[in-house]
């Protein structure tokens, strides 16, 4: 363990997850400090163009292989059976309607694409050499948590509204960094090393800078939910930490049984840990509208998005450490 506190320590000291601390305090000082909304927007849809491309490109050097094939696997596994376990958590310890629950557990089965893009940078900087095809996961694994979350608050009801189910898948498919992620990412497959020289200077050198201004913006916008809510009970924020670390401990044990690479299985332990805050709030808005969002939102930014950023990505590398023997 003490190695995973040497881990800890370094993660903290990366400038993306000190200026992430910068936003928190100052979020939390009420500072008038803040990122305008079409900034923030912008960083955003550059970090996924980013993390596709550069994905792309690397499957595009590794070539198509069971490596990938057992990866992807194991994180559909994932994003359809987490959400599950978490709503009976959910339901075990909380008070929370069963839509709610539902929603909230989707976020838990689904992933950041942020908490993936700091879990990357981590693990290239302690040289963990993962596949480039991982990018593509992250793509498979936005959307199986949110039909989970249908079933299981009852989306099949006689009292649905008609026609939300094709505006649900309209909204699922065609959702703005799920397509943009598997697009940039194609594109990458498709130009590979030719691409990559007439987009080197704008997906390498510029992204730890703008993950560093986007952290920033989260720090604060986390710290600022914190403040207003009111629901978040004592065992809503320890949900909030200790499902991740059950989903780290299944996505390890899932990864060893399918054969998933060590280097892999710590990026997929990172992404079954993490916790959607863009692409599954804006699909529970439309198909299960009752579901309270003070709840999921605050919870998945406000309390599990700092915890893996400061503490979870080192955990998890290190258990995937321990678990693959390496």
Aim: hydrophobic letters at 55%.
């Amino acid at each position: 363990m003490p190695q995973a506190f040497d881990l800890a320590a370094a993660n903290l000291l990366t400038p993306a997850v000190l200026f992430f601390v910068l936003g928190l305090a100052a979020g939390f000082a009420r500072s008038d400090l803040s990122v305008p909304d079409q900034a923030a927007k912008t960083l955003s849809l550059y970090l996924m163009l980013a993390i596709g491309f550069k994905g792309g490109v690397e499957a595009s050097r590794a070539g198509p292989s069971d490596a990938f094939l057992s990866a992807a696997g194991a994180g559909l596994i994932l994003s359809f059976g987490l959400p599950v376990i978490a709503f009976f958590i959910l339901k075990a310890v909380t008070r929370l309607d069963r839509t709610t629950a539902a929603a909230t557990a989707a976020h838990y089965g689904s992933v950041s694409v942020v908490t993936f893009a700091a879990g990357t940078e981590y693990l290239r900087l302690i040289g963990v050499p993962f596949g480039g095809y991982m990018a593509a996961v992250v793509a498979l694994m936005e959307t199986p948590a949110i039909l989970s979350a249908l079933l299981l608050a009852g989306a099949g009801r006689a009292d649905r509204r008609q026609g939300a189910t094709r505006e649900l898948l309209r909204e699922v498919l065609l959702n703005g960094s799920v397509l943009l992620l598997v697009g940039a990412f194609f594109i990458g497959l498709v130009t590979g090393e030719r691409g990559m020289s007439k987009l080197e200077v704008f997906v390498g050198p510029l992204f730890q800078g703008a993950l560093a201004l986007f952290l920033l913006d989260m720090g604060l916008v986390a710290a600022r939910r914190l403040l207003q809510s009111r629901k978040l009970t004592p065992a809503l924020i320890a949900f909030g930490m200790i499902m991740p670390l059950i989903s780290c401990a299944l996505s390890l044990t899932l990864a060893l049984a399918l054969g998933v690479r060590p280097a892999d299985a710590a990026v997929l332990a990172i992404l079954a840990s993490s916790a959607s805050y863009i692409a599954v709030p804006a699909a529970m808005r439309l198909a299960l509208p009752q579901a309270d969002p003070g709840v999921y939102l605050t919870l998945s930014l406000g309390v599990t998005f700092p915890f893996n950023l400061v503490v979870g990505i080192p955990l998890y590398a290190w258990a995937a450490g321990r678990v693959f023997g390496s």
